[in-house]
């Protein structure tokens, strides 16, 4: 059955949710001991004086914005698995809501921005430390936030067809491997059969 799409307004959940959303954040500097990285309290009033206008579109940007720096913030500070899972439930809960009330794109945060799948690819990967070791090694050596290119080259070479298909959310895995080894495969292509095709070509042995 099709979603029920409400003409209400969604101001209570917009609170709940962004409550959820920002003592995760909060929470994770705590627990870290680092300074917090961002103005929450600014925020909030802001989103405050959106929701007072019924602004609820320009409240969807902007949620989308503050998530995608949150998502890059915990990169940058490699944040742990644990944490990440306390975010990433507040992002599914964000999801809900746009699904829920007429006012909203209903974007998939976790697909819309380059930093939420960068996100998303570092969660996966130390939560599962073992499986995607290299691509912790990337993460953890690196002073800045790894390329996609970067994490395509070690997920092609590492066989990490789950990571090429969350790249492929924001950015052309098939286009870049095409450019780089005189391939020719479609937009969209799965990972399993880039790498599969480019192990029987014998192009991953360089």
Known sequence: MPKCISDEAPDKHIEEVWYGIKT???NTYESISLKNPMDIDKISSHL??????KNYQEIEKQIVIIIGQMCR??????????????LDVQIKRWNKVTEKYKFFEKQDVRTVTENCVLFYIYFKVFENEKKYHNLVNLFNNKNTIPEFS??????LKSNYPTILDKINNFFCVSSYINE???TKFYKNTNGNKIISL???KHLLDL
């Open 24 to 26: 995760a954040f909060n």
């Open 180 to 182: 780089k080894h005189g």
């Open 198 to 200: 480019l192990k029987s």
């Open 73 to 86: 913030f915990y990169i940058q500070n490699k944040i742990g698995a644990y944490n990440c899972h306390i």
């Open 150 to 155: 970067e994490i395509i080259d070690i997920s």
């Open 48 to 53: 405050n004086k959106l929701q007072s206008e």
